[in-house]
């Protein structure tokens, strides 16, 4: 973890756009409520193929306008190269000046790439089109992704994408800690020493985690969802145990080195907060 300690800690937060106007006003409440914590930037997701394109640079745009440091995800799958250029325009003429850089999923009824196939590819052309306007994030995969061939392939491609000019790396979501430090050693040995903050999802509702997690391939362990089984309908038992086990997660996680955490919020206010007031931040 020696290449994580040296950078300094930075918070952030991650909102989805929303899909309708009663969601719109949900969302200033959190982003205002959240704002307060004083968070290092925030990212708004993107959704498959462009679908939520629209509302992801609304939504970036209210979040700057309330003066927050705000990073659109991007994704490129399914995109020409116009397309992306087109964005990147946009997004510096907004103000941006960080992006959170994505291959992304296919969308459904798609069978043709576009021009980017991996999301290193997508590093280059921002480089290429916007020298370094944009502080680039890209993803990482502590329990590796669902599509990864190997362990080192997966490995080898995230290392790709920090070759190709990526500042920093946001965690998929995981429970078990070793994996992450596991994944900082590997790095480690492929002169990877960006920054690697960790992506924290606060446990509320197990049957959407379990969703979640069957999505992305974040693993649940087994003595963790029986735990959260066992609650039955008590939700707020539940909730209250969650919330704990991720603390303690996020607690052990900065003991350890890491360089910050990244908050998955759901569009929620209550359970980062509750996180972030434990650990005393």
């Keep these: 973890m020696e290449s994580q300690k040296q950078h ?39 959704g498959a193929g462009g679908s939520t394109q629209r509302g992801t640079i609304e939504t970036v745009g209210e979040m700057l306008a309330a003066g927050l440091d ?13 397309d992306i250029r087109e964005l990147l325009s946009g997004y510096i003429a907004m103000g941006v ?20 196939h991996h999301a290193n590819e997508l590093v280059e052309f921002i480089r290429s089109e916007s020298g370094n306007h944009f502080h680039i994030e890209v993803a990482a995969y502590p329990e590796f992704h669902p599509q990864a061939a190997s362990a080192e392939s997966d490995l080898d491609n995230f290392a790709n994408k920090v070759r190709a000019g990526a500042n920093a790396a946001i965690t998929q979501y995981f429970y078990n800690i070793d994996g992450y430090l596991r994944f900082i050693e590997e790095c480690e040995k492929r002169h990877v020493e960006i920054p690697i903050v960790p992506g924290i999802m606060p446990i509320t509702n197990i049957k959407n985690l379990a969703r979640f997690s ?29 919330l704990d086990v991720t603390t303690e997660l996020c607690r052990r996680l900065l003991e350890s080195g890491a360089p910050g955490l990244h908050f998955y919020t759901m569009n929620q206010a209550a359970p980062t907060r509750i996180i972030w007031t434990s650990l005393g931040l």
């Design 8 to 46: 300094p800690k930075q918070f952030s937060f991650e909102f989805f756009p929303p899909k309708s106007a009663e969601g719109a006003a949900r969302l200033r409440e959190t982003r205002d409520e959240l704002a307060k914590l004083n968070p290092r930037y925030v990212s708004v997701t993107f």
């Design 70 to 82: 705000t990073a659109p995800h991007l994704s490129c799958v399914g995109s020409s190269r116009e």
């Design 97 to 116: 000046r960080r992006i959170v850089a994505l291959r992304g999923d296919m969308p459904s009824g798609m069978r043709e790439a576009g021009a980017f």
């Design 214 to 242: 069957e999505m992305c391939g974040a693993d649940i362990p087994r003595w963790l969802r029986l735990r959260l089984e066992a609650y039955g309908e008590d939700t707020a038992s539940l909730r209250a145990f969650g």
